[in-house]
């Protein structure tokens, strides 16, 4: 979730990359080690958003690169093998990375000797669930017409079984305190509500010290390639806020990151981005396949190289669908977003609750009928899994920090949809201040979400 200047735990690892993420067996460990590292691990470059941005008739919303959980290796099985070193920054090391049949595969298409990309760093990924999964699954794929079929499901009661919480400092400064599992659920700020809805919430005392408490919660399967469906019927809004639904790598940035669902403030239209390592970019004619346009900024916007854009990336908003974000999003009871990584590229649409394809209602995707995407990240100059694999999706929403609390961004209106300044709208000067002093304020700051799915394709991955 981040903004372009948010920096990812730089791990100096060197693995040896699966080709396909069903071909290893990976335990993300999310160990408060990660943030005490000796090595400057959870270190994070950030530029503020300078005030000569502000002229710019469409400007790149400057994004802090937030830092997230990296993914520690435990190879049990490699079937295609492309060794690389991540402490390099160059593209020629990153691995060469294909995908095959078995993508993540908790699925009935698994064999008896084949290893599964469940992550069984928790209970939930007992021989039992998977067996589940499996025929959940398998019945799911004699009814799909499509080519994609269901692989996973985050919903109801056992949403929040599939994640891992971040209770350590936030990497991008945020005035928030993130919680555990056990004080999210005690407070309060987590729950399954009466429709099945997982609720993800930000605690409303009035007054507070130090951080706001809050939640971040790290999925805990690992893919590569793929289409992501997630459900939201409310995001969270408001000044001070930073929400965001994204999918991060290992080694960032050279396993990649892809933001999905982000912005600040009060802003009410969204921006999709990438964060890579040297050497992807994005052809001329981009904007002509997508619904948003890449921002302008003082950096290349083709470029998606973090190292080459101070952790900018490239970034496409959308000004033109309306209720894609904000409280417009929330008017309406929110809706789809979907997101396809294929051969093709990277590719994100929105879908209002009113216009979601019955084909994703019935879990029988098919994009190539969905329309022109709200975003879309060709292949042609950026290979989808060289630059990006092994992700994990998150949730988050921090407070204030490095984008939604820079001077230049809470002082100032006129794009993303936000009409006026938060300093204006709230009188505080400082988004710290307003944060700490007015809990009141962010009851509407809360993350509503029917559920997210995993999907795989035999032909497009």
């Excluded at 067996?131 to 692989?151: E, G, L, M």
């Excluded at 854009?309 to 977003?337: H, K, L």
């Excluded at 979400?449 to 394709?457: D, E, I, T």
């Amino acid at each position: 979730m981040h903004v372009s200047n948010l920096l990812l735990p730089l791990l100096t690892l060197s693995v040896t990359t699966p080709a396909a993420v069903s071909a290893l067996h990976i335990n993300p460990h999310h160990k408060k080690a990660l943030s005490t590292s000796s090595n400057g691990q959870l270190q994070a470059k950030r530029d503020v958003p300078s005030t000569g941005h502000k002229i710019k008739a469409k400007r790149l919303v400057k994004k802090k690169k937030r830092a997230t959980c990296q993914v520690k290796f435990n190879a049990t099985s490699i079937a295609t093998e492309a060794t690389t070193s991540a402490t390099s920054t160059d593209s020629t090391v990153l691995p060469t990375l294909t995908n095959n049949e078995n993508w993540a595969n908790g699925t009935a298409t698994a064999t008896a000797t084949s290893t599964s990309a469940w992550d069984d760093s928790t209970s939930s990924a007992s021989a039992s669930t998977s067996a589940s999964a499996s025929s959940t699954s398998s019945a799911s794929n004699s009814q799909s017409t499509s080519s994609w079929y269901k692989v996973d499901e985050w919903s109801g009661d056992s949403f929040f079984d599939n994640v891992n919480f971040w209770e350590w400092n936030d990497p991008t400064h945020g005035t928030v305190d993130y919680l555990n599992a056990g004080d999210a659920w005690n407070s309060g700020l987590i729950s399954i509500n009466s429709n099945k809805r997982a609720v993800m919430a930000v605690d409303t005392t009035q007054v507070v010290s130090g951080g706001r408490k809050s939640i971040r919660v790290h999925g805990n399967r690992i893919f590569t390639g793929g289409l992501i469906i997630m459900d939201a019927v409310h995001m969270p809004t408001g000044c001070g806020t930073w929400p965001a639904w994204w999918s991060n790598g290992p080694n960032w940035p050279l396993g990649g990151e892809i933001d999905i669902f982000e912005g600040v403030n009060d802003f009410s239209q969204n921006q999709v981005s990438l964060h890579t390592g040297d050497g992807c970019t994005m052809p001329s004619d981009m904007n002509n396949g997508q619904v948003g346009q890449l921002t302008t900024g003082s950096y290349d916007s083709y470029n998606c190289a973090s190292y080459a854009t101070s952790n900018q990336g490239c970034g496409v908003r959308d000004e033109v669908t309306q209720n894609a974000y904000g409280e417009p999003f929330n008017a309406i009871g929110g809706g789809v977003y979907a997101t396809r990584w294929s051969k093709a590229g990277i590719t994100v649409w929105f879908f209002p609750r009113t216009n979601i394809p019955s084909d994703i209602t019935n879990d029988s995707p098919e994009p190539s009928g969905w329309g022109t995407p709200m975003a879309h990240f060709p292949s042609d100059n950026c290979s989808p899994y060289q630059f990006f694999y092994d992700h994990f999706n998150i949730f988050d929403t921090t407070l204030c920090g490095d984008w939604a609390g820079a001077d230049g961004v809470w002082n100032y209106a006129g794009y993303a949809g936000q009409s006026e300044s938060c300093a204006a709208q709230t009188g505080y000067s400082t988004c710290a201040d307003y944060v700490l002093n007015q809990g009141s304020a962010f009851a509407e700051a809360y993350w509503e979400v029917s559920y997210v799915k995993y999907f795989n394709s035999t032909t497009e991955v």
